[in-house]
């Protein structure tokens, strides 16, 4: 059964900081990672999706690794901003039916909330 | 639409009250999922059409969830006898197309949710 987790559970850092959010798994038989941003009382923000076949997706001063052997991925944001604050999940989707658990749902951490102070 | 509308936002409701809760998918989106998340959980999986099956039901807590799909295109997620654990975040999410049989990649993308309390 595809587990997911994310470390840490919170992170306070100074403005202009890069940061560097960690997600393991524990099935590497996955299609696709997603990280998404959430803001509290709002819904999901779509961040990055990396591709099992892909290494790395880059958008703006965010940029997702993946590791798919090793069960890992990374979001590091670069010169972090107060408007960061917020809580980052990292979602991976199963590869197919029998091996994931489930029928291609996404599994979710349980997150990482940040804050930025000025 | 241009994304994943939910409604109503908010509901608060008695316990013992039925309520429905509405996910429009962004058009053409076959695939729709429903998740919850309780207060200061994570992302708890509910159910997944494609199209207006439903595939995998496995999440659904027990038999007062029910949620249907018409037309490839608008589900209802409703609760009967709401209870006061019932409470949480009911978010919504839509892909273009997922079978588990391709290797086809599509994100998610997620609608704002329903808030629902029930006293």
């Known amino acids: 059964k595809q587990e997911v987790t994310q470390i840490p559970a919170a992170l306070s850092v100074p403005e202009g900081e890069n940061l560097v959010l960690n997600c393991s798994f524990t099935?590497?038989?996955?299609?696709?990672l997603q990280w998404f941003r959430q803001d509290p009382g709002k819904g999901l923000t779509s961040l990055l999706l990396?591709?099992?076949?892909?290494r790395e997706q880059t958008s703006g001063r965010l940029n997702a690794s993946l590791d798919k052997s090793s069960g890992r991925s990374t979001l590091y944001i670069a010169a972090s901003q107060p408007g960061d604050s917020a809580t980052y999940l990292c979602?991976?989707?199963?590869?197919?039916?029998?091996?994931?658990?489930?029928?291609?749902?996404?599994?979710f951490g349980a997150g990482t909330r940040l804050a930025v102070h000025p | 639409g241009a994304g994943v509308s939910q409604s109503p936002s908010n509901k608060v409701t008695e316990k013992g009250k039925d309520v429905e809760l509405r996910c429009d998918p962004i058009s053409g989106h076959t695939a729709l999922y429903w998740y919850r998340q309780s207060l200061g959980q994570g992302l708890e999986f509910l159910i997944y059409f494609q199209g207006n099956s439903a595939p995998d039901k496995s999440g659904l807590p027990s038999d007062r969830f029910s949620a249907e799909r018409t037309g490839g295109s608008v589900s209802t997620l409703t609760i009967q006898r709401t209870q006061q654990e019932d409470s949480a975040v009911y978010l919504c999410a839509s892909s273009l197309f997922d079978t588990g049989l391709t290797r086809l990649n599509y994100g998610y993308t997620f609608g704002s949710g329903t808030r629902l309390t029930v006293v």
């Open positions: 990396i591709q099992s076949s892909q």
């Open positions: 979602a991976v989707k199963g590869d197919g039916p029998l091996r994931s658990g489930g029928y291609n749902k996404l599994i």
């Open positions: 099935d590497s038989a996955i299609y696709n």
